[in-house]
């Protein structure tokens, strides 16, 4: 195996492809790895009670002793959330710029592992060695501070991996992004370009984040009592414009919400967000202010029921209740899938007399992802050799692919892969190679992966048609029923109402016991599906419901 | 309370408002009520297993020798789905449009109670007449044939109710919104309008019907292969192009989905679609033809697990697979709450080697119902003196009412309502009355209204920690355990990855158990009350979830 893979370089995505979220991908030169990102991902509906869920990490672990470190392109949890359960596996060192690593030492301590682990700052245009690999971390623009794309050397040339990034030629921070850089690299020669592709379906290209700040502004002028901005808590430069607004105003602002506190403050010590102490309030204090002058920057922009603008809209605030004339403004897009939750909590809020100004009103959220034109600008100054669309469902690597044959490259240097499939790279060639091991591992509660899919379908099956336990007692020496058989069921039917329903049951099961034991049926493997069987006929007919039926066999 | 009604036109919606779907309104003078509407809601994601969503109509079965007559707008879900249910209870006649009724018509046999209803189909711009009310049916526009909006003559003046319309100049079928209508009206006097707020967050007008098919053939010009187009099935007019893009390009049509095939045969036979009979195929000789002389017209566009679409993508359809060179197109736009199912079928077509076009693409779907400047043209037609937004969450009948505040209406005049809530009309004056009992009753399988709120909340705790079924006998007499606790899981952990925590579990009861019966607490709730509270704790404590505990003591 050794030998076989002898000079030449794989490139191993192990989560990120076909799917949103669990960005790690491995890099391997004969005797090393490296790893670009760690992420998460969010449980997807069919996942009932599933937490997070982080990559399957086997490969590495099976070539433990090759892994130098982790390379993180930016701090979005969708690359470094899963970094505490995969480092507690694998302990090397992490690479990242200031904040990203703020970020990580943060979910670390939660984790209490903090201690044993080995951050190492990496400022952006510097380098970062192992034995074969060269590390360039140069600065990109995201909806994140400290974004960056990576230039790796390998032996066989130069890999570049975006990140997640957009061209923002006004960001809010003066830090633009390093276009020379990509021109440079595009200019000797990159033998891979990994690129993002998130919104490769958008035409044209991503308003600058300066825009929403101007819009921001012009909203903050008609509000005459609090104003209350939702947003996503990394959104670093968003956050600050919202405060520039606030001040513009002479509102003191608030922070809410455990994740917005917390990266807020990480923020204003590194540096990277400017308030004045005497202009940030507590929470408790914002009634001792008059409404006109005071802003709420909370967390809950996407409608989930236990951030602060839900608890906030449906009461269960401790500290903030929704006032007539406060001025709500929802600064981020809903991600698929929560559309729902927004919407009842847009409708909630409006019910309780607040105006709320979302983005399909006003102009107050960008993505922070590539349009197609600067997908083509970064294509065009990288010209690489070869191509692999990264991050995104499976149809935007394909129309990334498209996107790169018309710009001119040829189809066969383009590789849409699945998360798992290796490409070998040599100086002149790259072909796809046997996958190895990935997937996801499911973290429900304290437990990572004893969810499977067995309860999953179990979950399903429950959610939908509820269970029946059936319980008997019976008495191994004469063989005739001691007790029972009794009938509790949850999420079934409501049993006050159905009571006859349940008789009619109790009496199919004993019938069928009776069955049994009559003719000597004497295993209860048997009578317990004959119960299934019988019972659940009986249920279909009446109700057209499948419950989980659960015969328990108590032997005496 | 008859008596304090009097003269007066109560109208009570029961459905409809502040959510979308269950479209049901009644209206009410003296010993008269007729009944606007009769639709189904789509249950939301926090309803596990329930199949529809049907008006609770208590207010009128209390009323039941008032109802008139049921008088539908359109044939859509939302607005007749719930009739087979409703007529059940109060069999009073249907007015409606021919394809109305034609759906209805359809939907009843399926319940095997066609016999029994009495369905009066109404030629556009006529009246139907009852003691108190005169109700016209008007031409308006929307994603299916046939739909009207309703103007009733009470005794105290007209109501309009504009049901779910759009303003298309050039509709496919020629039939052209009665706006000469309209503005007769509202030269006259209009007392009430009651209008479709579903767009109003959308500034300008609707795209006409017309652009889409235009759209469509040129896609259809590009195709080497089969075409395949999901649309919505009642989108007739949107099948018609469908066909015509297909009939130009010499292709062969099928249809596949029930629902398709239902639909389009009621339609052809009613003279709302046009096919000639030797360029229909069945979904069976498609392989007979050449793949670039066929099209599929299908169900699915809203990647519903058991459409026709889904199982062609996901491999379980019959008769139908993909084949590369296949061009998919949705032809409609996802549902808020379906667009992770619509991605996720995309992704799999485009992995099985067809071609995929959707909304974000290309222009292949156009919305049913008016943007901003069309309901201002309705508003300015009608002129009604009072006006009560409809169809829409909350927000929406908000910005519908801030729309009418702009064209120069009193904010005194507008009601923004809640289901259940009445508005009491005189000649000159309107105010809200007291709540009427109003809901919905959720339908699962065979059962209607036996999935109550408790069903509900165990579902999805179910769903979320899954369930733990305790099991004990226990003998009366001498008070000691018999057999047992035994523990047996669903949707929890996999049973054979934790023996170990199971074991803990049954000695954490068993303790429980034995301190009870020691310190001769002799009440099974209080045993049973204690094992939830210690077993609850400890699992809590080593998983961080918190499953159902449902302990069962076996007495003998």
Redesign the interface.
Known sequence: MAVKNKNKVRVIPLGGL?EIGKNITAIEYDDEIIVIDCGLAFP??EM??VDLVIPDITYLLNNKEKVKGFFLTHGHEDHIGALPYVLKEINVPVYGARLTLGLVKSKLEEHNMLSNCTLNEVKLGEEVKTERFKVEFIRTCHSISDACALAIRTPEGVIVHTGDFKIDYTPIDGKVINLQRFAKLGNQRVLLLMADSTNV?RPGYTVSERVIGENLTKIFSHAKGRVIVASFASNINRIQQIINSSLFYGRKVAFSGRSMEKISTIAMELGYMELPKDQLISVDDIDKYPSDKVTIITTGSQGEPMAALSRIAYSNHKKISIAKGDLIIISASPI??N??LI?KL??EL??KGAE?IYN??EEVHVSGHACQEELKLMHTLIKPKFFMPVHG???HL?RHSLLAEDLGMDSKNIFVLETGQVLELTRNSAKKAAKVTCGGVMI????IG???N??LR??????????L?V???IDKASFTI???P?I?T?????MK??GDLISAAREVVKVEIDKCLESKVKDWFTIKSNIRYSLGGFLYN????RP?I?P?I???
């Open positions: 076909g997807d509906a009932y009670g379906e698929p899938g559309e729902k919407s847009i409708d409006f019910k709320v399909a009103l469902e499976y149809r394909r429900d509660g304290l437990g004893d969810v499977g067995i309860v179990d979950r399903k099956h429950l959610s939908q048609d509820g269970i336990t319980v008997v007692t001691l007790s029972g009794d509790i949850r999420g079934f039917v409501y109402e159905s009446k109700t057209r419901r989980i659960l328990v108590m032997e005496i």
